[in-house]
């Protein structure tokens, strides 16, 4: 486990310094797991020089199994908080794909294939990416592929969505919550509105 967690935590790291090099005075905010199981998911089918490269974080077999034990962690039920992830394949229809690949997809990360016509219909395959991705997150997120996402050239599209809504332990009481100024920025920089909440908590001790 522990080379697998090595790679993934500098990789991600290495995504958010490249994110924040070109978008330096935005709050930033990305799903690790969801790039990794997708890179997985690229990995189970990967061959040759890539293959080689990205077996160097661990075998297949090792990384499948660690990643299908903790999408099952992921996925199980919990009455205090609501937590779904989801994988889904859309893939060019006249394009060839490996029924072992599809059987293995739904096996270890549970993700479904559908076939679309990228080639003469890239908008209607875009507003159903879409129309999944708004179900699957309650409608959280809209508009995820922005137009021109995809065209005639594109030939499959990986989409991973984590879906989370849980109970506060501590829970902003509306009565005491007044909104403040925030900065954005570290330096005299852009200043947002946000809820704040002051809380006391009494302890008593006993000694002897």
């Not at 409608?139 to 499959?156: A, C, E, M, P």
Request: glycine share 4%.
């Amino acid at each position: 486990m522990g080379s697998i967690s090595a790679a993934n935590a500098e990789f991600c790291f290495d995504v958010f310094k490249e994110v924040k090099l070109h978008r330096s005075n935005d709050n930033v905010l990305f799903s690790s797991l969801s790039m990794l199981s997708t890179l997985a998911l690229v990995y189970m089918g990967a061959r040759g020089k890539t293959q080689s490269q990205m077996q160097k974080c661990g075998t297949a077999e090792y990384i499948h199994k660690t990643f299908k034990d903790l999408l099952s962690d992921i996925r199980r039920q919990n009455a205090t908080y609501s937590l779904r992830i989801a994988d889904r394949l859309y893939i060019e229809k006249t394009y060839p794909i490996l029924q072992e690949y599809i059987k293995c997809a739904k096996k270890f990360y549970k993700a479904e294939l559908e076939d679309v016509d990228f080639k003469t219909a890239a908008e209607e395959a875009r507003q159903l990416i879409n129309s999944w991705v708004e179900k699957e997150t309650n409608g959280r997120i809209q508009d995820f592929l922005v137009s021109d996402s995809v065209d005639l050239n594109t030939v499959l599209v990986f989409v991973n969505v984590i879906y989370f809504k849980g109970i506060w332990k501590t829970a902003f009481k509306e009565e005491y919550t007044r909104e403040e100024p925030f900065n954005v920025t570290e330096v005299g920089g852009e200043q947002t509105r946000a809820n704040d909440a002051s809380e006391q908590h009494l302890q008593s001790g006993k000694s002897g």
